[in-house]
């Protein structure tokens, strides 16, 4: 990958820790044990977007807050060991960092326990908005929405970067669909130059009833394009101007859906930059996502930059021009 140019690509906010334990079956009974298959101390969230965009060859820059508690530390460590530049990370003494306990089953299943983090609140210095506005890319998770200590900056960082005409990537995540970071979404979507998202997520979001709906409303709504992530069945791209066409995802054996999207997410962005292509962003992005679920875990467990043999990450897919309304 060191042959690629290497974009400076701002994530911000999201810094979790996951905690992955896999278990024989959910949900948990109480009063009947169960055997624990693997257990795993992580980056989760905006540090599985870093990981695997510092593994493609960017310059992946975490913009956040990270608390100083035993789990944190593990995780800053880790970043640091990926290559992820954390010089902007803001962290004290006796903060703690926000913690989620992710529970898989032999299923592929899931379960999810947050730890709200504590702390003080992330600040724009003069060295972050200057970062912001030379950036290539900046990323913006919907859940840096939610978290306590990042929320009232998100916005204004946003809008920083977009007028400095850095394209900004948005994914709304699951609190799509809650009321209290709805108008902050929504001002995100309209600085966006794309958004990215579950169909489900994009359902949440526009009060729609199809996908195609949803979508079309995102695209009123953005200023940018959309690409909706359909999991098995691959993503579709809507792109201004032009008919959506969808991708489908390499047919593999599902162990753990965990960070997938993060995965898709990085991997676009950086293909993006370097080809301008969104349906050549697209394809890539899927064949990395789609190995990733075959692989149990989080942060340092997401793919390698170079995709093992049979999964050559050069490989195009046949993509389908949708029609009008089509039903995916």
Known sequence: MSSAPQPTLVCIGDLVVDLVIAVEELPIAPNRAQNIRAYFIEPGGAG????????????????????????????????????????????APGEENVLVLVVVDD????????????GASFVLTEAVQALLRHAHLLLVPGYALHERRMADAVLPAARIAASANVPILVDPGPVSGEPSVRPAL?????????????????????????????AQWLLHQSHGDVVLKLGERGCAVYARGAAPRRFPAPR???????????????????????????YRAAQRANRYAAYKVTQLGTGRRCPPGVLPTGWADDETQDDHILSQGEHM
């Open 186 to 214: 929504l001002e995100l979507l309209r600085l966006s130059t794309f958004v990215l998202l579950t169909a489900e997520e994009s359902l949440q979001l526009s009060g729609q009833s199809s996908e195609e709906a949803a």
């Open 107 to 118: 299923r592929g299943e899931h379960a999810f326990l947050v730890r709200e983090g504590q």
């Open 252 to 278: 593999v054996a599902m162990r753990d859906t965990s960070g997938a999207g993060d995965v898709f997410d990085a991997v676009f962005a950086v293909e993006w930059w370097r080809t301008r292509d969104p």
């Open 48 to 91: 599985n977007m870093l990981i695997m965009a510092a593994r493609l060859g960017a310059h992946a820059v975490a913009l956040g807050t990270m608390g100083s508690d035993e789990y944190a530390q593990r995780a800053y460590a880790a970043l640091a060991d990926e290559g992820v530049d954390l010089r902007y990370v803001q962290r």
